[in-house]
């Protein structure tokens, strides 16, 4: 069940979804897209930067088994700077994915955390915290978005399947973004 091509696809998805919330953040004011709402993570940039955050934090684990550089916050004070350091995550993945055997998929990785205890994860696991981390802060930025009048529309993966239907075409660069709603998925 737990494929290459499965999280291939899984993450060019969230990739996806990651530029057509960037490109909706960047036709508001920076006064708007660095609000606090006075819940969750904090404003849209608190939670761009959030996912970057943690995409290179879990790569850079199921890369070397520790963090080795974790990203400073201070480096990415604007939306420019916080989508390039999406994409730079967005080619490392790719690559690590491409890279990625089926049994490794399935196999364990060993992690050693900031308090040195070591522990054994399923390469799956991880994979799969990543597309629900990023899924849930999808759905925040989203929200985030709509108050301010800039709604994403549909953002569910079965739209995603019906407008980009082969997944091999990766998106590193940007993709359309149209809006996927009024299509039929039956």
Not at 56 to 85: A, M, Y
Not at 115 to 132: A, M, T, Y
Not at 172 to 182: A, K, L, Y
Request: proline share 4%.
């Amino acid at each position: 069940m737990f494929t290459k091509k499965l999280f291939q696809t899984l993450f060019a998805y969230h990739w996806h979804i990651d530029s057509r919330l960037l490109d909706l953040a960047a036709q508001l004011a920076e006064a708007d897209y660095k609000e606090q709402p006075g819940y969750g993570k904090g404003s849209m940039h608190d939670i761009f930067f959030h996912l970057m955050r943690a995409q290179n934090n879990w790569r850079q684990g199921i890369e070397t088994g520790k963090r080795i550089n974790p990203v400073n916050p201070e480096d990415f004070q604007t939306l420019e700077s916080v989508q390039s350091g999406l994409q730079k995550e967005q080619t490392a993945w790719k690559i690590y994915l491409d890279n990625l055997s089926a049994d490794e998929i399935e196999g364990d990785v060993t992690l050693t955390r900031r308090s040195g205890d070591v522990e054994n994860v399923p390469c799956w696991r991880i994979l799969q915290h990543l597309i629900l981390h990023g899924m849930q802060h999808h759905t925040e930025l989203a929200h985030l978005l709509t108050i301010k009048g800039k709604s994403p529309g549909d953002i569910d993966f079965i739209f995603y399947q019906c407008v980009f239907p082969n997944p091999e075409k990766w998106c590193i660069q940007r993709v359309s973004t149209r809006p996927m709603h009024h299509f039929s998925v039956w």
